[in-house]
Nanobody
Framework: QVQLVESGGGLVQAGGSLRLSCAAS????????MAWFRQGLGKEREIVAA?????????YYADSVKGRFTISRDNAKNTMYLQMNSLKPEDTAVYYC????????????????WGQGTQVTVSS
């Protein structure tokens, strides 16, 4: 079992930056692939970025955030991060962290554990 708690959301102007954190419980954090998803109002939940177990390998990014967002993990702190730069109004959503065993994949239904979400609002 893994429990996930997101933090770091808030209101920011377009062009600004935020860093989201996802703190995980348990002693085997390094064995989980981690991901960030987001869900805008009236939209389906979509993947933002994902990182595999251990050192993470080559992270996955959705095309919409490539070059602006960076996913990382600190296994010693049981924490995953999402650095978001050059934010746009279309990035406004509830951001969720998620975990699954070992390998990062893109499908929302492939993740077993979810946080409660944190709201990110980007004003124009």
């Amino acid at each position: 079992q893994v429990q996930l708690v997101e933090s770091g959301g808030g209101l920011v102007q377009a062009g600004g930056s935020l860093r989201l954190s996802c703190a995980a419980s348990g002693r085997t954090f390094s064995r989980y692939a981690m991901a960030w998803f987001r869900q805008g109002l009236g939209k389906e939940r979509e993947i933002v970025a994902a990182i595999s177990w251990g050192s993470g390998g080559s992270p996955y990014y959705a095309d919409s955030v490539k070059g602006r967002f960076t996913i990382s993990r600190d296994n010693a702190k049981n924490t995953m991060y999402l650095q978001m730069n050059s934010l746009k109004p279309e990035d406004t959503a509830v951001y969720y962290c998620a975990a699954r065993s070992l390998i990062a994949v893109e499908g929302v239904h492939d993740y077993d554990y979810w946080g409660q979400g944190t709201q990110v609002t980007v004003s124009s």
